[in-house]
């Protein structure tokens, strides 16, 4: 079994950052990919940020140049450092990790942590 575990989130005013962080445990054999996506309230689940396991980085919506994805291969975490922050940018963040386990390839999701953005 693997889970996502993520933290970090929380109440921030605009202009500020929080650093977002997901550790993936279970058997793990491998990570293909590890993801961050946002849903914001009556809003379907957006692409944030991508990072594979050679380290390649994309970025989507509208957070570029706001937003840097990195991991600790060795701990299986991703993070998200969100800077610059704005009242859109609430939402609840969710961890993704497209990875193999003993049972095969899968796609697993974090429970998710709330970002909010207001003075």
């Known amino acids: 079994q693997v889970q996502l575990v993520e933290s970090g989130g929380g109440l921030v005013q605009p202009g500020g950052s929080l650093r977002l962080s997901c550790a993936a445990s279970?058997?793990?054999?491998?990570?293909?990919?590890m993801n961050w996506f946002r849903q914001a309230p009556g809003k379907q689940r957006e692409l944030v940020a991508t990072?594979?396991?050679?380290?390649?980085?994309n970025y989507f919506v509208s957070v570029k140049g706001r937003v840097t994805i990195s991991r600790d291969s060795a701990k299986n975490t991703v993070y998200l450092q969100l800077n610059s922050l704005k009242p859109e940018d609430t939402a609840v963040y969710y961890c993704?990790?497209?990875?193999?386990?003993?049972?095969?390839?899968?796609?697993?999701w974090g429970q998710g942590t709330q970002v909010t953005v207001s003075s």
């Open positions: 990072i594979t396991s050679d380290g390649t980085t």
């Open positions: 993704n990790a497209d990875l193999w386990d003993r049972t095969g390839s899968r796609s697993s």
């Open positions: 279970g058997s793990i054999i491998s990570i293909t990919a």
